[in-house]
């Protein structure tokens, strides 16, 4: 089993910047990969980011050149950092994790944290 834990969500002002956090425990040889997704109200959920144990990262279109993915194994964390918020990244955030393959399809994940709420104003 794998427990998934975010933080780090919060209201900012556009252009600002925020760093998510999540913590994996559990069987951690099962995060073989580990994404981020997020969803706004009214929205389907949808991809981020993601990266793999050796550090090979994606992300959609929209957020690159402003976010980036990482993590540290030895600490059984995955970041992201977020900068030049738009008020359209405005959703609640969760990370997720699946030992199969990447992908950004949510569906493919095994695990998931509580979510962490963030807002951009304009």
């Known amino acids: 089993q794998v427990q998934l834990v975010e933080s780090g969500g919060g209201l900012v002002q556009a252009g600002g910047s925020l760093r998510l956090s999540c913590a994996a425990s559990?069987?951690?040889?099962?995060?073989?990969?580990m994404g981020w997704f997020r969803q706004a109200p009214g929205k389907e959920r949808e991809f981020v980011a993601a990266?793999?144990?050796?550090?090979?990262?994606y992300y959609r279109n929209s957020v690159k050149g402003r976010f980036t993915i990482s993590r540290d194994n030895a600490k059984n964390t995955v970041y992201l950092q977020m900068n030049s918020l738009k008020p359209e990244d405005t959703a609640v955030y969760y990370c997720?994790?699946?030992?199969?393959?990447?992908?950004?399809?949510?569906?493919?994940?095994?695990?998931w944290g509580q979510g962490t709420q963030v807002t951009v104003s304009s």
């Open positions: 990266v793999t144990w050796t550090g090979t990262t």
């Open positions: 559990g069987r951690t040889f099962d995060t073989y990969f």
């Open positions: 997720a994790s699946t030992s199969q393959a990447v992908s950004d399809i949510p569906s493919r994940y095994d695990y």
